[in-house]
T-cell receptor, first 117, second 112 residues
Framework: GAVVSQHPSWVICKSGTSVKIECRSL??????MFWYRQFPKQSLMLMAT?????????EQGVEKDKFLINHASLTLSTLTVTSAHPEDSSFYIC?????????????FGPGTRLTVT | SQQGEEDPQALSIQEGENATMNCSYK?????LQWYRQNSGRGLVHLIL?????REKHSGRLRVTLDTSKKSSSLLITASRAADTASYFC????????????FGKGITLSVRP
């Protein structure tokens, strides 16, 4: 099956710094990728849809200036958490659909655990 | 916003038993999917059932869909300790390129 990787798998940063998380589709091209946030023992919350070559689409309530998304190639999307604060600590997961229809099967990355101290 | 609501929230069974998990949703859907998540990891797609399908099988998995009741069930037969994980249902609303909405998840523990 299709493989999606994320880097880093975990990161600890100090409050006020920025952190970049990479999401790569390893064996397929993804014009669209999704970024989710998950709190412990809770569901996934869609943050934004990353579109190759164009601006990301953010869900209501998600600050686009705080969570910068760049989808510069067909295999790479990055999420940068700017001026991170402890409340940004969470598990961030990306996914990509392998088909043209975004509503079908998605392949998920292994996630990135962010801890802001 | 969350659409799918799974129940029970947690399930503990003995290895070899069957596990049944349910999901209810609120809107009209294009398809419903089930995913598994091992602790601290990403999600793995298990099975997709379209709105015009009523039942689907994949190995030890059986999924049913009742669009009149807006509900789905996931049955895992002959459970194994390795099935211990969280299970999420996700729905795709009708309409082109609809995004997935995930439920809160069910924590399944299979005791060896």
């Amino acid at each position: 099956g299709a493989v999606v990787s994320q880097h880093p798998s975990w990161v600890i940063c100090k409050s006020g710094t920025s952190v970049k998380i990479e999401c790569r589709s390893l064996d397929f091209q993804a014009t669209t990728m999704f970024w989710y946030r998950q709190f412990p023992k809770q569901s996934l919350m869609l943050m934004a849809t990353s579109n190759e070559g164009s601006k990301a689409t953010y869900e209501q309530g998600v600050e686009k200036d705080k969570f910068l998304i760049n989808h510069a190639s067909l295999t790479l999307s990055t999420l940068t958490v700017t001026s991170a604060h402890p409340e940004d600590s969470s598990f961030y997961i990306c996914s990509a659909p392998t088909g043209a229809d975004l509503s079908y099967e998605q392949y998920f990355g292994p996630g990135t655990r962010l801890t802001v101290t | 916003s969350q659409q799918g609501e799974e129940d029970p929230q947690a399930l503990s069974i003995q290895e070899g038993e069957n596990a049944t998990m349910n999901c209810s949703y609120k809107t009209s859907i294009n398809n419903l999917q089930w995913y598994r998540q091992n602790s601290g990891r990403g999600l793995v797609h298990l099975i997709l059932i379209r709105s015009n399908e009523r039942e689907k099988h994949s190995g030890r998995l059986r999924v049913t869909l009742d669009t009149s009741k807006k509900s789905s069930s996931l049955l895992i037969t002959a459970s194994r300790a390795a099935d211990t994980a969280s299970y999420f249902c996700a729905t795709a609303d009708t309409g082109a390129n609809s995004k997935l909405t995930f439920g809160k998840g069910i924590t399944l523990s299979v005791r060896p």
